[in-house]
């Protein structure tokens, strides 16, 4: 076990230094990175001292090595709009992201695993059908959409939640629910397949063969079978959740992450932007390690390779 | 020796998602078993031996339905039973080993877990008491340390392993019938020979009725009373296993007698069978097996044999036959 | 199954294919409107998109109180008609979405070919920055390149290019390993193809059913990606009437009720994902049984 742990550390951290590696390159070689550097409006002069200050006249190997260094020193930069560290700006709208993604990983399991179950039990019946046209709209329908409709009914029609902002329990439930109604349907159709697969297997027909009530073949055999595969997606799905939430969070001016990198966008804040992707990319690199070893706690096959 | 399983006329078709396609899996199967007897059934897969099994137990994938027949276990109709009754005879009084041992144990749950649910389900025993069970059946199956191995997993395990274990469950509620679907084709030749004893020993030790699926007939040689051939989803021949390896009345079963090759026998050609077993949504008509029977007549292609007698206790689906008679 | 793969399909396979049940005619009717809607813009629109009449602002579609037959599905906060920009819309959802599609399917499959191909280093350094890229959110990883360089219509291709050709080029690559190994490949090398050669004729044909799956399902991704980018004001620039940015102008209206300018737009672009993600569902499962996983 250890070894596997060690050698999923070794990809991760290959996929860190490929990732520093294509944010750096994509900055340096589509167009002058000291324009993006530099705030808006700025001098030649404010231009010629981002050059020097960053050594954009060095080879590009040295500049790679001052990058990587100033990341690694946890240096991300100013904000050209609040005037702080970009680091310490992600880290204070992070909370309102992970609470934000939390609600609506509740919402998402809490609708896609009994309607998996339920459709993949019976196969090809009513339910299932339903669960299909259910995980079509859910994949079809942009989340910020959702959310739009969702203000307009329930703050503009109804009055009963507010449309925006954050502070009390009633404003995450719409912004909740937008995030979380896409990844509704993908926790669907994984609990439906995986569901499918487990039943359809020797062990379950094991179970069956024993005389198990159905209900103990279903909730205990299969279902614990049929978790693996949603829950490793659901843990990596609560790290996106944080990082493709931006639309959501502009549509209700929800304070994390998201709409943070929506505002680097619109005040031209390039080094938001910049650290915003890369702690973005870092944090699925990292859940992905973690649920890997998780992985190997929770399935015994795993747990005893040595 | 009293009758304890009576099939009758037993069919069970598989539909295709718009019914359009209706395959005859099993096709008017009948037979019947003594208590502690053996009847092997042999077939080339596809012939409709597993479904067979299943349909006994009533656990078809969703596409089969029975369509005819009875089964009557211990004088009762298992067909007419409601579903929760049924449950309770599952496990309890009839049990099956899965072609697949390596497949057949939950990845995610202890041995003694395992070994111990139908104990617990069937005969409400505690926890404890259970794993008390489970470990003496585990030593039953001649497990090495089953004290240590109840905590392990079946990943764990080697295949003859798990295998054994498969077979401690079956018999962990004492049935009075254990179904055996070909549980020996996946383990080394070594490990079939032991696992072969294991299952004659636990027969004899609790008088078991068995049924044994396979296709390796030196297997039903070795192991049953009876035997019983199908085709294509029928019983083409049945009787006591002298009187079929000595003179089969059907040229299928003589054809799958010669296709075993035989020891200190260097002149006598291995036979196999021309021709491929037929399509079961599409069978020919007739009798199913008239393409590729070396003795077939003009009366094969027009109409399906019935079951006829042969001599004591033995049966044919064949027109042949019915000349010796 | 496996033997008529190999084969590669025959064209009669193939329109066996489509003429079997189950065939989606509503989404593939509804993909065909949306493009003669797209190409014929310009001549079935009442008014100009891009321009309004201060005067004419938030009329409501005609069936409501206040609403006129001159705007029939209303106006906006600038008075423009929402019919030609939704029509116009479509225009710009199709290019760009199909543009897109086939870019990154272009580069994907070919990367794809290469890498699962000539193996070695190749494979490994196209496989690294694929799985990178993938481990990138693909909305913020298209938000930040469209922060470097700009919004424009040929930027977003290019964008969304850039960002979802790593999806093909996973699948391609699995597909072409498995290619490698079947008889007829290893005949043609022994009958000395260039590697080149053997490329194009022998594996590229074998991989385009995946290929054309993918892209189909790839639509939808894209088109909603298209619509997010410019809601958020990194996509088509403004005027340009792209449903993405229809809505983000009709969050504007949405508090004093003007239903019609968010519901609208959305619908379009529903209309459009779904019908391109049952036509590639069904495409999936008649062309290429083993991306059903996918």
Redesign the interface.
Known sequence: MRRFILRRLGFAV??LF??SV??FF??RV??DPAV?LVEPGASQADLDAIRQQFGLDQPLPVQYGSFIAHLARGDFGQSFYYRTDVLELYLSRLPASLLLATVAMVFSLVIGLPTGIVAAVR??GWWDSAGKIFA??G????S??VG??M??FF???LGWLP?SGSGTLLHVLMPAFALGWYFAAAHMRLTR?SMLEVLG???V?????????EA?VIGK?AF??ALIPVLTLAGINLV?MV??A??VE??FAWPGVGRL??E???F?D?PV??A??LL??AM??TV?LIVDVLYAVI???IR?ER | MSLLLDVRGLSTHYVS?RGTRVTRAVDQVSFALEEGETLGIVGESGSGKTTLALSL?R?LP?AARIVAGEVRFEGDDLLRKPAAEM??????RI??I???PM???????TIGDQVA??IR??EGAGRRGAWVRARELLRAVRISAPELRVRE?P??MSGGMRQRI?GA?AISCEPRLLIADEPTTSLDVTIQAQYLNLLRDLQRAHHLAMIFITHNLGIVAKMCDRVAVMYAGRMVEGGPIRKIFNAPAHPYTKALLESIPRLGDGRARLTAIDGQPPDPANPPAGCAFHPRCPRVMDHCRQEAPPELVVGESQTARCWLAADRR | MNGSRAAGLTLAWRFAAFRSEGFPLLPTLILLTLALVAIFANVITPYNPEIGSLGDRFHPPVWQAGGSAEHLLGTDHLGRDVLSRLIFGARVSMVVGFTAVIVAGLLGTGLGIVSGYLGGWVDQLIM??T???L???????A???????GPSEMNIVIILAAVYWTRYARVIRGEVLSLKERDFVRLAIVAGCSKRTIMRRHILPNVLNSAIVLATLML?VVI?TE??LS????GVPPPKPAWGLM?AD??KG??A?Y?WL??LP?CC??LM??AA??LGDWLRVKLDPQLR?L
């Open positions: 290959v996929s490929l990732l294509t944010i994509f900055v589509t167009g993006l196969v090809n079509l709209l994949l079809s329908m942009p910020f959409w739009l409709l203000i307009l703050s503009v029609y449309s397949s297997s020797e062990y027909k094991l179970a069956r063969l024993k005389g198990l009530p103990l055999h614990k079978n996106l990082n493709v931006v639309v502009t549509v990198l929506y680097g966008i619109a031209r390039f932007v910049q915003t992707v973005g990319g699925i690199v992905n399935d015994p096959r005893y | 998602a137990l656990l969703p449950r309770r005879i599952r496990g309890k049990a099956m899965l072609q697949d497949a057949s144990l939950n990845p995610l749950f649910e139908p389900i069937h997993y990943h764990q498969v469950i | 690294r920055i799985d990178t890229w481990a990138l959110p693909a909305l913020t990883f938000i930040f390149l469209a922060a470097i360089v939808g909603v619509a997010s809601f958020l004001g990194v809505l009709g969050k949405l508090m009720g239903w968010t519901v959305g672009i529903v994902v779904l993600n049952l996983q």
